[in-house]
C-alpha cells in the first residue's frame, strides 16, 4: 500500500486540534440550548457537526494503512451520524432516530483500528471501545439512570484520543511501516 510519508505528523496533530474544535462547539451548542437561544445554539450544533466531518476523513485517513475497509466503513458510519445529527436539529427525522447508535459504531470500530494500530496506544483505543458500548447502553430506556457516567466516559474516550494528538501525536515511523505493510 503506498501514501504519503509527509502526512502522518501534520495529520495527527490536525486531528487534534479539529478535535478541539468540535469539542469546543459542542459544548458551546449545548450551553446556548440549555440558556434559551435555540437559533444560534442550532447553528453552532451545524458548525460542530461540520467539524466531525472533517475529523471523520481525517481518522479515515489515519487509520487507512490498518484496515483500508473498516476505516471506511468507520467514516461510514460517523457520516450517517452526521448527517442524522443535523437533519435532527432541523425535525427532519423521527424523534426515534439517533445519531449515537451509528457514532457507537464509530467509536467501537475508531477503537479497535487503534487497537490494530501500531502507531498510538492500545489504552485510547480500549477507552474508545468502552465509550462505543456506552454509546450503545445510553440509547436503552434503562440509560437514563446511568446517562451521566456514560457521557462522561463519552468525554474520557474522546477527550484522551483528542490531548494525546494534540499533545504527543502518533508514532510517525511506526505509521510509515504499517503504511507500507
Request: aromatic share 12%; charged share 5%; proline share 4%.
Amino acid at each position: 500500500m503506498t501514501s504519503n510519508a509527509a502526512a502522518p505528523p501534520r495529520t495527527s496533530r490536525t486531528i487534534g486540534i479539529v478535535y478541539l474544535a468540535y469539542f469546543l462547539t459542542a459544548i458551546l451548542g449545548e450551553l446556548l440550548h440549555s440558556r434559551g437561544f435555540l437559533v444560534i445554539g442550532n447553528a453552532v450544533s451545524l458548525i460542530g457537526y461540520g467539524f466531525y466531518v472533517a475529523l471523520t476523513l481525517l481518522f479515515y485517513n489515519l487509520f487507512k494503512p490498518v484496515n483500508p475497509s473498516l476505516s471506511l466503513i468507520a467514516a461510514c458510519f460517523s457520516l450517517a451520524g452526521c448527517v442524522i445529527g443535523a437533519l435532527g436539529i432541523f425535525h427532519l427525522l423521527p424523534s426515534a432516530v439517533s445519531p449515537l447508535l451509528l457514532f457507537a459504531g464509530y467509536c467501537l470500530l475508531i477503537g479497535y483500528l487503534i487497537i490494530r494500530s501500531t502507531f498510538l496506544p492500545r489504552v485510547l483505543g480500549a477507552l474508545m471501545v468502552l465509550a462505543g458500548l456506552g454509546w450503545l447502553v445510553f440509547s436503552l430506556p434503562v440509560a437514563s439512570h446511568f446517562a451521566a457516567y456514560l457521557e462522561a466516559l463519552g468525554i474520557l474516550a474522546e477527550g484522551s484520543l483528542m490531548l494525546w494528538l494534540l499533545v504527543i501525536g502518533i508514532n510517525v515511523q511506526r505509521w510509515k511501516q504499517q503504511a507500507v505493510s
